[in-house]
């Protein structure tokens, strides 16, 4: 439209800070079934004492410690004057740009865990195969809910 | 009545053939009888009963259809929701003077609104006097008669008996081998033989095979050769028969509501595609067939059609015919100075490296590795996998080469395919989303990938060096941006002049 700089050079706003906790927990729910197995091993005595349980624990609590910051820290998303922008992923960086004169409708979801820490996730879906929704977690509740209203009142103001 | 009952009665035919598969496993044939007879006339009883209580009214707002027996369902489509009327008429139906009607209202083919069988005249009327509403012309009459606006027809491509003969000799296909063997799987309790035991096969074969076993070596090649050779009449044949079913009389005009594409010898179909609604067109092509310069043009779009069919615009033309359709739609096929870039280096040598990686693991591992191979077979095992690996690796250099894009003139042109090349032409405005693409080896050697969002079909560019993919990125944003398809995406008239 205007002169606007272009989405991609502004700077990520970081995801809400109750997000690490979630991933936390939600890492810690996944690691229980390997340490507990492990250390069923260790009690059951079929191999020599510590060779499994030590280094599966070891390697839970680096996850635990290192895996949620890692991933807070990759994820991001810009809010422009047309377009909303979500970046996520470690290992595999997927920036997704949503103009809001394409989205088709929005939700504001928030599953048990995210109720527990006051977060939810913003989803938009477009018409596109590719990327039909596009979700935004980590969002304060209120935050995920006045993005929504704010896309739904452009798209208002803009429409035909 | 009858006419509709029996023009239904196609899609019955799974439950009787269920039945009479069920049944026949029951020893005593007075009870096969009896519960072949019960369940036609349960199944003929459902389907009188269907057809009774699915109606229909045209309102002064909307088009009201009512159908289901034990749960009832009503559907009011207003008349500006619904994008055109198409008809199509399978064979049983055409038999009797029926169609099908089915309302495209733009959801894309899934919970179609379908009219089962309505005869050809009503059918033409419900689509003018929807046309017509749908216009604005409030005060239409029911039966509107007088809505022949003068529907000037422009025609853009037929296909000549001629040519669909040439086209479906391209369309060789030996898929009538596979049903055949599936359906001698299925029914083998028909055949009078045993399917699986050769020596059956052998007492069949009887006096002439051993005749022919008994001639030698040379003899029993050159017959399987022959025998070989007979597939080709038979794929030859079927291609033909499987095109001239689906595309005998296909006929291309614009027309004031879009582009019409009738086809079909036992299945007319007749559908309308709005200009507006088509997001990108695809060029493909054959392999045999690009020698001869013979391309197909498709249309990437959300409009409604037949759920097994594309939306085929041009089935099988030179491309001097295909440009004009291309250009009409908004989407002119590229020049000839066209500017063209590839994709990284970086990405071609990953990509070679990543296919030939397992095969030459895989020799490499038999000759390694302490396995029970007969004497002497690992050597050429394993060589011959290496060859496979260099041919693999050679294959994706030569992608790398073919596969080209291009953002020029407010177009994004994407090709890619070595031998038989696909050509995507999209407008920038059209896309939904837009979305850059780094795996860890993509940010070793500083390539991305750009997924696009394309309703109804996908796009994508792979391997663009970093500082092009992001080019890319940023322009193709600006210009999304600048057309904004808020209200009903699909409705949208021409974008303004940006």
Same mark, same amino acid.
């Given at each position: ?30 690691? +229980? ?16 004492? #510590? ?8 390697? +839970? ?14 994820? #991001? ?60 977690? #980590?969002?304060?509740? #209120? ?18 | ?42 199944? $003929? ?14 309102? &002064? ?79 239409? &009459? ?67 095979? /051993? ?33 001239? $079913? ?64 594309? /939306? ?58 302490? $396995?029970?191979? &007969? ?75 750009? /997924? $696009? ?46």
């Amino acid at each position: 439209m205007d002169d606007a700089p272009p989405l991609a050079d502004e700077p990520l706003t970081p995801l809400d800070p109750a997000y690490v906790r979630l991933v936390r927990l939600l890492t810690g729910i996944a690691l +229980a079934v390997p340490v507990i197995a492990a250390l069923a091993l260790e009690v059951a005595q079929l191999l020599p004492p #510590g060779a499994v349980a030590v280094p599966v624990v070891l390697a +839970a609590g680096w996850l635990l410690l290192r895996l949620p910051l890692r991933r807070w820290r990759a994820r #991001g998303y810009s809010w422009g004057t047309d377009a909303l922008r979500v970046v996520r992923g470690l290992w595999w960086r997927r920036d997704i740009t949503v103009p809001f004169g394409r989205v088709q409708h929005l939700d504001v979801t928030q599953g048990p865990l995210e109720r527990l820490f006051g977060l939810g996730t913003l989803v938009l879906h477009t018409a596109g195969n590719h990327n039909s929704s596009v979700a935004l977690t #980590g969002l304060a509740h #209120g935050q995920a809910l006045a993005m929504r209203d704010a896309i739904r009142a452009h798209v208002a103001l803009h429409s035909r | 009545m009858v006419a509709g009952v029996l023009a239904s009665l196609p899609r019955a035919a799974l439950s009787i053939v269920a039945a009479i598969a069920g049944a026949r496993t029951i020893g005593d044939r007075g009870i096969m009888a009896g519960l072949l007879v019960v369940a036609l006339v349960v199944t $003929l009883g459902w389907v009188v009963l269907a057809w009774r209580h699915h109606r229909y009214l045209i309102g &002064p707002d909307d088009l009201r259809i009512e159908q289901g027996i034990l749960s009832r369902q009503v559907r009011a489509i207003p008349y500006d929701r619904i994008h055109d009327v198409a008809l199509r008429e399978p064979l049983v139906a055409r038999l009797f003077g029926l169609a099908e009607v089915a309302f495209d209202t733009g959801t894309g083919g899934k919970d179609e609104a379908k009219l089962a069988f309505v005869t050809r005249d009503e059918g033409a009327r419900l689509r003018d006097t929807v046309r017509a509403r749908r216009a604005g012309v409030v005060d239409a &009459p029911a039966d509107a008669t007088m809505v022949q606006e003068q529907e000037v027809a422009r025609t853009l491509f037929v296909l000549t008996p001629a040519r669909l003969l040439l086209f479906g000799i391209f369309e060789f296909s030996l898929v009538v081998l596979a049903v055949l063997a599936g359906a001698a799987q299925q029914l083998d309790f028909l055949l009078p033989f045993e399917l699986y035991d050769w020596r059956e096969w052998r007492e069949i074969g009887g006096g002439p095979l /051993h005749w022919l076993l008994g001639l030698g070596l040379a003899v029993q090649v050159v017959a399987a050769v022959l025998g070989l050779l007979l597939l080709i009449p038979v794929g030859l044949l079927t291609g033909i028969v499987r095109t001239a $079913l689906r595309d005998w009389g296909f006929r291309l005009e614009e027309t004031s509501r879009g582009l019409r594409r009738r086809r079909g010898l036992l299945t007319l179909s007749d559908v309308v595609m709005p200009l507006e609604r088509v997001q990108a067109l695809v060029l493909g092509t054959g392999l045999l067939r690009r020698r001869w310069g013979w391309h197909g043009l498709q249309a990437i779009s959300l409009a409604q059609d037949s759920k097994d069919q594309s /939306h085929t615009l041009v089935p099988f033309a030179q491309m001097a015919e295909v440009a004009p359709v291309a250009a009409l739609a908004g989407l002119p096929l590229p020049g000839e100075g066209q500017a063209w870039q590839r994709a990284s280096a970086g990405w071609r040598n990953h990509r070679m490296v990543l296919s030939a990686v397992l095969p030459g693991l895989i020799g490499l591992g038999m000759l390694v590795l302490p $396995l029970d191979l &007969p004497a002497g077979a690992a050597l050429p095992a394993a060589v011959s996998l290496w060859l496979v690996a260099v041919v693999l690796a050679f294959r994706q250099y030569y992608l790398w080469r073919h596969n080209r894009h291009a953002l020029a003139d407010g177009l994004l042109y994407s090709r890619e395919g070595w031998l038989s090349p696909r050509l995507a032409i999209a407008a920038p405005a059209k896309l939904q989303s837009a979305e850059l693409r780094q795996g860890p080896l993509a940010r070793l050697g500083q390539y991305a990938d750009l /997924h $696009l969002g394309l309703a109804g079909g996908t796009l994508a560019l792979h391997g663009l060096p970093v500082e092009q993919a992001r080019a890319i990125h940023s322009a193709l944003l600006a210009r999304m941006a600048a057309v904004d398809f808020s209200a009903a995406n699909l409705h949208a008239p021409d974008p303004p002049a940006t």
